[in-house]
């Protein structure tokens, strides 16, 4: 069985910086997409940013040139760098992982961005 781990979620003021952590455990054959979704208080789930196996990188709009996603493949785990943040970025972020051809999704982390 799999499992997806989050960890790093929290409170921060206006401006201030996070980093979020997904660790996969489990038995792993083949990790073909790693990265980040959220869901805000009323509002649909949305991507946030995703790194497939290729290299390729893709940013939400909101989020470009603030977030920086990064896979550490050796361990099975993937970071959310989110600089200058903003109280719009306030919800939970789910990691999301392709693994052995099947989807799979953590319990999420709570990001509050409050003065």
């Known amino acids: 069985q799999v499992q997806l781990v989050e960890s790093g979620g929290g409170l921060v003021q206006p401006g201030g910086s996070l980093t979020l952590s997904c660790a996969a455990s489990?038995?792993?054959?083949?990790?073909?997409?790693m990265g980040w979704y959220r869901q805000a208080p009323g509002k649909q789930r949305e991507l946030v940013a995703v790194?497939?196996?290729?290299?390729?990188?893709v940013y939400a709009d909101s989020v470009k040139g603030r977030f920086t996603l990064s896979r550490d493949n050796a361990n099975y785990t993937v970071y959310l760098q989110m600089n200058s943040l903003k109280p719009e970025d306030t919800a939970v972020y789910y990691c999301?992982?392709?693994?052995?051809?099947?989807?799979?999704r953590g319990k999420g982390t709570l990001v509050t961005v409050s003065s």
């Open positions: 489990g038995r792993i054959l083949s990790i073909y997409r």
């Open positions: 999301n992982a392709a693994i052995n051809r099947v989807d799979y």
């Open positions: 790194d497939t196996s290729g290299g390729s990188t």
